[in-house]
């Protein structure tokens, strides 16, 4: 138990749709990732958020985008949905911020969405 | 760029034997170093990393690995299996001097682990 938590747990869209996934991160935790997982891959960095604000970014397209809120919540955002949406996304939350610190990142259990 | 590369994509073991799962990276300078392990609908736990230090690190579960920089290698072991160790394991990187926490993790493809009774 990590004290991370994701919702909805699964969710299916059609092609061209747009979707909104959860994450509640730890009290204290400043900072959150979020990652994708294909079936059968390893998860793919999207992107981090520090203190509301985007810190660093994978190689995604724009239409995957993110918001952090101060109460330890965040959202990823996918726009145009496209077949190769389908994945499994996982966000990680961690106390620190852009000072190097060895704090662990927490994973949450993971939102399966399925595009059709 | 940097890239992690887990050779074996499914090892079987019987419960009770020793377990070695491999793992290579490829980057500029040694970065951190973590394994994971991830059970059907959970999400991934870390079993240990490697920021510096002493190079055999002991992580949980009974686990523990060792980085050898001249194979370029952070190999995960375990002396006896139990049944409840099947699952999937990620060795993953992340640049180092990006900072502790908020570093952004590359990882393998994974090793999925059949254990036999």
Do not use: M
């Amino acid at each position: 138990e990590t004290g991370v938590t994701q919702s909805p747990t699964h969710l299916i869209k059609t092609r061209g749709q747009q979707v909104t996934l959860r994450c509640s991160s730890q009290s204290g935790h400043n900072t959150v990732s979020w990652y994708q997982q294909a079936l059968g891959q390893g998860p793919q960095f999207i992107f981090q958020y520090y203190r509301e604000e985007e810190n660093g970014r994978g190689n995604f397209p724009p239409r995957f985008s993110g918001l952090q809120f101060p109460n330890y919540s965040s959202e990823l955002n996918v726009n145009a949905l496209e077949l190769d949406d389908s994945a499994l996304y996982l966000c990680a939350s961690s106390l620190s911020g852009r000072l190097p610190s060895t704090d662990t990142q927490y994973f949450g259990p993971g939102t399966r969405l399925t595009v059709l | 760029a940097q890239s992690v590369t887990q050779p074996d994509i499914h090892i079987t073991v019987s419960e009770g034997a020793s377990l070695e799962l491999r793992c290579n990276y490829s980057y500029g300078a040694t970065p951190y170093l973590f394994w994971y392990v991830q059970s059907p609908g959970q999400g991934l736990q870390l079993l240990l990393k490697y920021f510096s230090g002493d190079t055999l690190v002991q992580g949980i579960k009974g686990f523990e690995a060792e980085f050898k920089r001249s194979q370029s290698s952070f190999n995960l072991r375990k002396p006896s299996v139990h049944w409840s160790d099947a699952a999937e394991y990620f060795c993953a990187v992340a640049p180092r001097g990006s900072g502790g926490s908020n570093y952004k993790l590359t990882f393998g493809k994974g090793t999925l682990l059949t254990v036999n009774p």
